[in-house]
């Protein structure tokens, strides 16, 4: 098992940035492929970016391509997010599994979630 620990989520006006981090301990991270996934009040957990185990390349959901970028560097996984808008409030939740995809299941540790809120 590996822990996570997300941080750096707060309130920024629409337009604004913020990263995320998500530091690991426990198990060697490089092992995991590692996903960064939100959920709003009421909705369902979505996919927002990943970094495939297999070979380190990246993956977007459409909704935050060209405006969020996910990276590593060691045991922190980070998720710059620039651009925010309204729609991009929820939680944030870093996620790290041994299978590569872009759904829930395929991540079996996960960290407590970073709120991100942005006002119009």
């Known amino acids: 098992q590996v822990q996570l620990v997300e941080s750096g989520g707060g309130l920024v006006q629409a337009g604004g940035s913020l990263r995320l981090s998500c530091a690991a301990s426990?198990?060697?991270?490089?092992?995991?492929?590692v996903g960064w996934f939100r959920q709003a009040p009421g909705k369902e957990r979505e996919f927002v970016a990943r970094?495939?185990?297999?070979?380190?390349s990246t993956y977007y959901a459409d909704s935050v391509k060209g405006r969020f970028t996910i990276s590593r560097d060691k045991n922190t996984v980070y998720l710059q997010m620039n651009s925010l808008k309204p729609e991009d409030t929820a939680v944030y939740y870093c996620?790290?599994?041994?299978?590569?995809?872009?759904?829930?299941?395929?991540?079996?540790?996960w960290g407590q979630g970073t709120q991100v809120t942005v006002s119009s």
């Open positions: 970094i495939a185990r297999s070979d380190g």
């Open positions: 996620a790290a599994g041994l299978i590569d995809g872009n759904w829930p299941g395929a991540y079996n540790n």
């Open positions: 426990g198990r060697p991270f490089s092992n995991y492929g």
